[in-house]
């Protein structure tokens, strides 16, 4: 089966631009969920859809980031405008129904550098 | 709030050899999840071991078991005859109701040959 997509794979932009990030989740997972992942660090829950609904969006910076899942399937992060500490690998995940059990499977991530 | 704690940043093995990874985590809930994620370099993040808390069995897949301390909160990963594609770098991440994640800061392995 097809893995999670996302792109693009690297962007640099200056601060205080805007970018976006597209994620198309495996077929039939109705849990998607992006990842702020910081250089050394774990990945850290920005948001969760569940379907076309946001279950959790309590990690998001919502001042500057925006997220929304088109037709409960792909989904764009956008960041607007970008601060040099946004630096970071942004991770598109998606499980099949989103219950503790279930395993996500990850996209390769964007890595976004801002300077 | 639910915390996991990998208290090694990085860690070496020779090839061949049997290599531990710590995790701890805390948490009030009394069902969950807890996950080993491989994350290659450059490569996407992947599923190596789940275990569910309320079974005692430690979960085995192939060269990969944990040891599963539930009083104490402590999740290990322990990795036999390691190989040189396990240099990975290695999340303990914990699943709560709803399927929300919260992964540790990870511990980077290199397998030496």
């Known amino acids: 089966e097809a893995g999670v997509a996302q792109s693009p794979r690297y962007k640099i932009i200056e601060k205080r631009q805007s970018v976006a990030f597209w994620c198309n989740p495996i077929s039939g997972h109705a849990t998607l969920y992006w990842y702020q992942q910081i250089l050394g660090q774990g990945p850290k829950l920005l948001i969760q859809f569940q379907n076309n609904g946001v279950v959790d969006d309590s990690q998001l910076p919502k001042d500057r980031f925006s997220a929304e899942r088109l037709k409960g399937v792909d989904s764009t992060l956008k960041i607007q405008p970008a601060k040099l500490e946004d630096s970071a690998v942004y991770l598109c995940?998606?499980?099949?129904?989103?219950?503790?059990?279930?395993?996500?499977?990850f996209g390769q991530g964007t890595r976004l550098t801002v300077v | 709030a639910q915390t996991v704690t990998q208290s090694q940043p990085e860690m070496s093995v020779q090839e061949a050899e049997t290599v531990t990874l710590s995790c701890t985590y805390d948490?009030?809930?009394?069902?969950?999840?807890l996950f080993w994620y491989k994350q290659p370099p450059s490569r996407q993040m992947i599923l190596v071991i789940r275990?569910?808390?309320?079974?005692?069995q430690n979960a085995t897949e192939n060269r990969f078991s944990v040891n599963f301390q539930k009083a104490a909160k402590s999740f290990s990963l322990k990795i036999s005859d390691s190989q040189l594609g396990d240099t990975a770098m290695y999340f303990c991440?914990?699943?709560?109701?709803?399927?929300?994640?919260?992964f540790g800061d990870g511990t980077t392995l290199t397998v030496k040959p």
């Open positions: 991440a914990f699943n709560t109701n709803a399927g929300k994640s919260t």
């Open positions: 995940a998606s499980s099949l129904d989103g219950s503790e059990n279930t395993e996500a499977f």
């Open positions: 275990q569910e808390a309320y079974k005692q």
């Open positions: 948490t009030s809930e009394s069902n969950y999840y």
